[in-house]
T-cell receptor
């Protein structure tokens, strides 16, 4: 079965330190992976997707098919990065439609 | 643009009752999906609708149903509520049957007592 695993419920780092939020997936096909973020009192929003290979707010994520991982990284954490981060796998659900399978999320806390 | 809007924001129901949650997608978006988020968990897929047709269904019992209207708004219905149905229900819209770019509403917090 398809599954997304985020092993850390909580990750605390100091401001200016590097950040790595881990995500591993289980999927037999060609994965489409995303990172979503939820800041305090805001709605869930897309942060980045692997297919575009972009950097958003200093965050990057590389798909490693050999290790079935899609870790989110940032070289220097900022206080405004404190939020809940979800890794998600897009799965084909038939009739041209896709559904998202989310991990349980990691709460990132950046200490001033 | 107000984004995806959901109503109501909070709801308290008694076991065995029925509930209807509503969602208005972003203008121009024809795909609406529903997710359930239990405390401490990530969102779990319930349904996807596109052009008023059900295009995907998650692992939820038949007590859960949904529909999409000609204006692309959507309703999620849950019958015979159980305590375990207490959760945040999220609606998301997409401009088409996108592979993963979803725009989420603020959610409806359902409490079953």
């Amino acid at each position: 079965a398809q599954r997304v695993t985020q092993p850390e419920k909580l990750l605390s780092v100091f401001k200016g330190a590097p950040v790595e939020l881990k995500c591993n997936y289980s999927y037999s096909g060609s994965p489409e992976l995303f990172w979503y973020v939820q800041y305090s009192r805001q709605r869930l929003q897309l942060l980045l997707r692997h297919i575009s290979r972009e950097s958003i707010k200093g965050f990057t994520a590389d798909l490693n098919k050999g290790e079935t991982s899609f870790h989110l990284k940032k070289p220097f954490a900022q206080e405004e990065d404190s939020a809940m981060y979800y890794c998600a796998l897009s799965l084909y659900s038939g009739a041209g439609s896709y559904q998202l399978t989310f991990g349980k999320g990691t709460k990132l806390s950046v200490i001033p | 643009d107000a984004g995806v809007t959901q109503s109501p924001t909070h709801l308290i129901k008694t076991r065995g009752q029925q509930v209807t949650l509503r969602c208005s997608p972003i203008s121009g978006h024809k795909s609406v999906s529903w997710y359930q988020q239990v405390l401490g968990q990530g969102p779990q897929f319930i349904f996807q609708y596109y052009e008023k047709e059900e295009r995907g269904r998650g692992n939820f019992p038949d007590r859960f149903s949904a529909r999409q209207f000609p204006n692309y708004s959507s309703e999620l219905n849950v019958n015979a509520l159980l305590l375990g149905d207490s959760a945040l229900y999220l609606c998301a819209s997409s401009p088409a049957t996108q592979k993963g770019e979803a725009f989420f509403g603020q959610g409806t917090r359902l409490t079953v007592v």
